[in-house]
């Protein structure tokens, strides 16, 4: 039998994000597809750190993470891309010109370039433990695969510009948004796990609601959009499946034939 492999997001597609929590039929139909061999991981713009409680609660070891720059397979290490250090120290300088707050990600820590900002504070409280370590220079020194610039939308447009060809912007908060390598995405991490493993690209299947699914969902052998999902996510997908806290991932499974 072919392999096959299934990826989920996190909020709103995992977690009902009216409760926190992951819905016991989620958590059934995951078993479900263990019982069958069929490979599972979660596909997130957050970094590995701050899923760490998931991936064991789930019993997943394969994540696509930062939205596809950091990719571990059956608990490897398979692919990553930095963000360019250079053109990201210039990115830095028009920020603090304008007062626009930047935290920057590797796989196991955030720090941030400003010592306390009350809209990173509110922005990120809910992926979190506690506020980014200060330190405006580590980044010079080591990996970093993702950016949080904090900046209203009315803001972005002149970095999109300017860094146009260098780094991809996906908006995530009202107050904030992704700073990624250019042509990042979701769907690349898959692409680049896929070549990696004897896993066919129409043997996958992905869960997604929002804007940074998309990509994933539009690539995948089948994308199946959550009924809590934002309508462009909704008009990427193969198929819409019921909401997350309306046994939304059970049902989107058992259409899919899966379990």
């Known amino acids: 039998m072919r392999e096959k492999m299934v990826f989920f997001d996190i909020d709103g ?68 891309a930095a963000l360019d250090v250079e053109r990201l120290k210039d990115l830095e300088k028009i920020a603090v010109q304008a007062e626009h707050p930047l935290v920057f990600l590797d796989h196991a820590k955030a720090t941030t370039n400003k010592e306390y900002a009350e809209v990173v504070y509110e922005s990120t409280k809910h992926l979190l433990s506690e506020y980014p370590s200060f330190d405006d220079r580590y980044y010079h020194n080591n990996d970093v695969f993702q950016a949080l610039l904090f900046c209203d939308e009315e803001f972005e447009q002149p970095y999109r510009n300017d860094y146009r060809g260098t780094f991809d912007f996906i908006r995530w908060h009202q107050h904030a948004i992704d700073v990624m390598p250019f042509g990042g995405s979701k769907a690349k991490g898959i692409e680049e796990l896929l070549k990696r493993t004897t896993i066919h690209r129409k043997d996958t299947f992905s869960f997604g609601d929002a804007l940074n699914d998309i990509e994933m969902l539009q690539s995948s052998g089948m994308g199946i959009a959550m009924g809590n999902g934002r309508p462009e996510a909704k008009k990427a997908a193969h ?21």
């Open 13 to 80: 597609t995992l977690i009902d994000e009216s409760t926190g929590k992951i819905p016991d039929s989620t958590k059934e139909a995951l078993h479900q597809l263990r019982k069958k061999g069929i490979h599972t991981g979660i596909a997130t713009g957050r970094a590995p750190f701050m899923f760490e409680h998931l991936l064991k609660e789930l019993e997943m070891d394969s994540f696509i993470s930062f939205n596809g720059s950091y990719v571990v397979f059956e608990g490897e290490v398979i692919y990553k």
């Open 239 to 259: 198929y819409i499946t019921k909401p997350v806290g309306e046994d939304g991932i059970w049902h989107g499974l058992k259409y899919a034939g899966l379990i």
